[in-house]
């Protein structure tokens, strides 16, 4: 009766060799939050992001902490300092 | 013999194995079935028509309770042939074209099939077939969520529902829905097989597979706060996620962390979904793509920017678009910079359809405030100086703030210089006065983002433990913004042991890397 449905896998712990998850981001921004079943139950820490993906144990290279910018040569910083000279001689005046 | 014997014996035979593989294989609900299962319906409402009992007696006669059962093999059960009997009903009266109904008789084939999973000795059998059926209800009831009208017919059908008490009443049909999937969750969750850090046996294996079912529904219904009792109950007894298999630990990482941002918990979160991406499948794209949609915008609210070398992984396409004019804003200390970026057409529908505007607009302005402050001393400080302790002069970060305002205004969306609320630098055309300077930097200070104190009679910020940082007053006094705010995390968790040191009736705070409902192994 259930033939065809035979060959559906097992809902637990898999030891079957993974096929290639590989798949293809889509630049597309406006994409839906669904977070899609794996196409693989499990996998090895080789094949995890931290080992082949370059990522590692610490994901402190990911993200820069010391951003702060001392330049005062944009456009803004300009606009500011002219403003606030232009107070300061208004004030001495 | 007919199709209802035939049917039953094969299923005796697959309880009489304890198949869990083949009763799912064989109790199909969905729509795309072999026809046998609508002949099958046919013939039971041909032979046994609603409001008897015969079809229970089929049952009970066909699947016979075995007698000295060995080891490794199984039986039927009185909650297994309930629910046989619910399942033949279901075949017998179910009408695919309406969903409504559709939706009310799975509900309460699931609830049986739940009742009879939660036999401790023969349950585990219908592990698979549990996992199937909530699959297909929650599949369900997305689809009725996404239509409107469905839905207000089905919450309708619910509410004149003759067996529904008041409290089901009350709830949407995605709490109900949460609420059956769950039950299986408990029964799997309280299995005594295994204990909480061995490896998983019997029901235990899939509690984070219903986990995870239960939050996909949740979150994909924007119900997510529901899932806290379920995180809770982890918490409290269960298994350690590392013995599960990597898909379903990265799966439940993703959706712990998405549930800690919704709940302002961004270093929790963060937490969550730096595991996730580093568990995550190296060739798992989207997955990936996922994690990062979220992870990056957390780091940001505690003030750390994506690197251009995430920037420029495979995975993080179009994210540079977005984050770095806002970054580059928050770095620049202008206001009007920082409108502009989250308020441009690519990132504003992005940012509103994740839910990161509202977090973005209120939290990130205090970042741009302590560049905008640290901006202004670079250029008003003459130090150094022995006598005088550096400072930022109130008046001088006033003439500053009511410069930006003007600019806010000249730069305003609506063309005519009115402000909305929130795009003003204080509240909308609110031109800044002494007061209003006052009391951000007096925020800055309290939430760690300014190292020094408020001179109210002079009228300044005075930048304290210059000495410490080499004579550079700037470095003193606007210390970096994710290590600030780490501090103040820390101080708030020593204040909450103190104070339960004191005999105070406060929550324990857990380790500093605790995330509820994370259940690690240490």
Known sequence: MASTTTSQKPITTSDSKPEDPQQKPTAALEEDDEFEDFPVDDWEAEETEAAAGGTGTNTQHLWEESWDDDDTSDDFSNQLKEELKKVEAARKR | ?522
């Open chain 2, 1 to 522: 013999m007919s199709l209802i014997q035939q049917f039953l014996s094969r299923i005796r035979v697959f309880a009489c194995e304890a198949n869990g593989q083949e009763l799912k294989n064989w109790l199909l609900v969905e729509n795309n079935v072999p026809d046998i299962y609508r002949n099958l319906g046919l013939e039971l409402r041909q032979t046994h028509p609603p409001n008897t009992d015969s079809l229970e007696k089929t049952v009970d006669q066909l699947l016979p309770e075995e007698d000295n059962v060995p080891d490794g093999r199984g039986s039927p059960w009185p909650g297994f042939n309930s629910f046989i009997k619910d399942y033949l009903e279901y075949w017998r009266d179910v009408n695919f074209s309406d969903l409504v109904q559709l939706h009310t008789r799975l509900s309460d084939l699931l609830i049986s099939c739940a009742n009879a999973l939660a036999n401790p000795t023969y349950g585990v059998m219908l592990l698979q077939t549990s996992m199937s059926l909530s699959e297909s209800l929650s599949k369900l009831v997305m689809g009725i969520t996404r239509n409107p009208e469905l839905l207000a017919q089905a919450e309708a059908a619910k509410s004149t529902g003759g067996g529904a008490d008041e409290s089901s009443e009350r709830k949407s049909i995605v709490e109900l829905a949460a609420d059956i999937i769950q039950k299986f969750f408990t029964s799997c969750l309280t299995d005594r097989s295994s204990g909480r850090w061995e490896t998983p046996k019997g029901k235990k294996v899939a509690v984070y597979l219903f986990a995870n079912l239960t939050l996909k529904l949740l979150f994909t219904c924007d119900k997510s706060p529901l899932a806290a009792q379920m995180f809770t109950n982890l918490s409290t007894s269960g298994p350690a996620l590392q013995l599960y298999p990597a898909s379903q630990r990265v799966t439940f990482l993703y959706y712990l962390g998405r549930f800690n941002f919704d709940h302002a918990h961004y270093f929790r979160a963060h937490l969550c979904f730096e595991e996730a991406y580093r568990q995550c499948h190296v060739a798992a794209l989207a997955h990936k793509r996922k994690i990062l949609t979220y992870w990056i915008p957390c780091n940001m609210l505690f003030g750390r920017f994506p690197s251009q070398g995430l920037l420029g992984k495979q995975e993080a396409v179009g994210f540079g678009e977005i984050f770095v004019p806002i970054c580059q804003a928050i770095r620049l200390g202008d206001f009007v910079r920082f409108y502009a970026a989250i308020n441009s057409p690519l990132a504003k529908d992005f940012l509103w359809g994740k839910g990161f505007y509202l977090p973005f607009l209120y939290r990130l302005k205090n970042l741009v405030w302590r560049s905008f402050t640290r901006k202004t001393f670079i250029l008003t400080w003459k130090g150094p100086s022995a006598t005088i302790a550096p400072s930022l002069s109130f008046d001088d970060l006033l003439v500053a703030a009511r410069f930006v305002q003007r600019q806010l205004e000249a730069s305003s969306q609506s063309g005519n210089g009115l402000l909305m609320p929130s795009e003003g630098l204080i509240f909308g055309n609110k031109v800044p006065d002494m007061d209003d300077v006052e009391s951000v930097v007096a925020g800055l200070l309290y939430a760690g983002l300014l190292n020094g104190f408020i001179a109210r009679q002079q009228r300044k910020f005075v930048v304290e433990g210059t000495k410490k940082h080499g004579g550079v007053a700037v470095r003193a006094g606007w210390p970096g913004v994710c290590g600030a705010v780490m501090e103040r995390f820390r101080e708030q968790r020593n204040e909450a042991l103190e104070a339960l040191d004191a005999g105070e009736a406060v929550e324990a705070p857990g380790e500093e890397n605790d995330v509820p409902g994370w259940v690690r192994n240490y």
